[in-house]
């Protein structure tokens, strides 16, 4: 049973990337999924989440707009589709699932604590 995180790449600032967080051995039926970054010399932040139970997502209110959290119908992999990106987005992606947290506007992913997380996936954004 693993996560694993795919789609980091370098990119120009402006442009746009599609990360994965695939699950192996598992489905994430009855999970939330979290995207999360840790630039260099700064602590890990959460980004957005997916409730596969309901279909429910949640921003960060700096991503809103810019960013897009999805999941596949056979809930085997979730999406993060990246678009005007900057040279701040530079980061380690990682993606993680916990079976009992349900995000949302009230709680975002401050409380989050995953069964799993993926190895992570470096972004390079370039001016």
């Known amino acids: 049973v693993q996560l694993q995180a795919s789609g980091g790449g370098s990119v120009q600032a402006g442009g746009s990337l599609s990360l994965s967080c695939a699950a192996a051995g598992f489905t994430f039926d009855e999970y939330t999924v979290g995207w999360f970054r840790q630039a260099p010399g700064k602590e890990r932040e959460g980004l957005a989440c997916f409730n596969n139970n309901d279909d429910t997502t949640y921003y960060v209110d700096s991503l809103k707009g810019r960013f897009t959290i999805s999941s596949d119908s056979a809930k085997t992999t979730v999406y993060l589709q990246m678009n005007s990106l900057n040279p701040e987005d530079t980061a380690i992606y990682y993606c993680?699932?916990?079976?009992?947290?349900?995000?949302?506007?009230?709680?975002?992913?401050?409380?989050?604590?995953?069964?799993?997380w993926g190895q992570g996936t470096l972004v390079t954004v370039s001016s």
């Open positions: 993680a699932a916990d079976s009992a947290y349900y995000c949302g506007n009230y709680n975002g992913l401050q409380a989050f604590e995953p069964d799993y």
